[in-house]
Nanobody, 115 residues
């Protein structure tokens, strides 16, 4: 069974940093474009960062210059480095393929930015 497991969330003050990890249960994901999505309370889940199998990245405007997505194909892991965090970044963060597949959603990891 294919699984994606997110980790690395937590509570930080504005301006702080976190690094999220997404571990895939199978190496097949090294061929997939992957994305980090987030869902804030009362809002729809949306894509914030994406990376192709070749390493090309793309970001939603609100996180450009602050977030960096990367992948380590040897470890079947995708990362999201988040710097200069803002309260509006508070959400549950998920990884999935891009476009996403419903069966790949994991439990997500909570990120809370608050003073």
């Amino acid at each position: 069974q294919v699984q994606l497991v997110e980790s690395g969330g937590g509570s930080v003050q504005p301006g702080g940093s976190l690094r999220l990890s997404c571990a895939a249960s199978t190496s097949i994901f090294r061929f997939f474009p992957m994305g980090w999505y987030r869902q804030a309370p009362g809002k729809e889940r949306k894509l914030v960062a994406a990376i192709t199998s070749g390493g090309t990245t793309d970001y939603e405007d609100s996180v450009k210059g602050r977030f960096t997505i990367s992948r380590d194909t040897a470890k079947n892991t995708v990362y999201l480095q988040m710097n200069s965090l803002k309260p509006e970044d508070t959400a549950v963060y998920y990884c999935n393929s891009r476009p996403f597949r419903p069966e790949y959603w994991g439990q997500g990891t909570q990120v809370t930015v608050s003073s």
